[in-house]
Nanobody, 126 residues
Framework: QVQLVESGGGLVQPGGSLRLSCAAFGFTLEHYAMGWFRQAPGKEREGVSCISSEEATYTAYADSKKGRFTISRDNTRNVVYLQMNDVKPEDTAVYYC??????????????????WGKGTRVTVSS
């Protein structure tokens, strides 16, 4: 059974850092593009970042996250990470990871992924 499990969320102060993890069970991430998405209260889900499978050479970020968020993957551990730096209150949301065989990350950030985790909550507040 394909399963994605996010972890690493929690309460963080503005300007702080957090690293989210997404572990895969039941399949290997090696051939999948992996993405992070988020949904804030009362808002639609939005794409945050995506990384392709081909030697992780293609990454994409939604504009507001460039320079603050970094996506990475460790295929040997079957895990994808999202490093979040200089977080802001507007980053408060439930963060979801997704997997898709389509390697076009720009398209995936817009349309979503085939497989989803259940999310991890991030709250940025002082």
């Amino acid at each position: 059974q394909v399963q994605l499990v996010e972890s690493g969320g929690g309460l963080v102060q503005p300007g702080g850092s957090l690293r989210l993890s997404c572990a895969a069970f039941g399949f290997t991430l090696e051939h999948y593009a992996m993405g992070w998405f988020r949904q804030a209260p009362g808002k639609e889900r939005e794409g945050v970042s995506c990384i392709s499978s081909e030697e992780a050479t293609y990454t994409a970020y939604a504009d507001s996250k460039k320079g603050r968020f970094t996506i990475s993957r460790d295929n040997t551990r079957n895990v994808v990470y999202l490093q979040m730096n200089d977080v802001k209150p507007e980053d408060t949301a439930v963060y979801y990871c997704g997997a898709d065989l389509d390697q076009d990350c720009s398209r995936r950030l817009h349309y979503g992924m085939d497989y989803w985790g259940k999310g991890t909550r991030v709250t940025v507040s002082s």
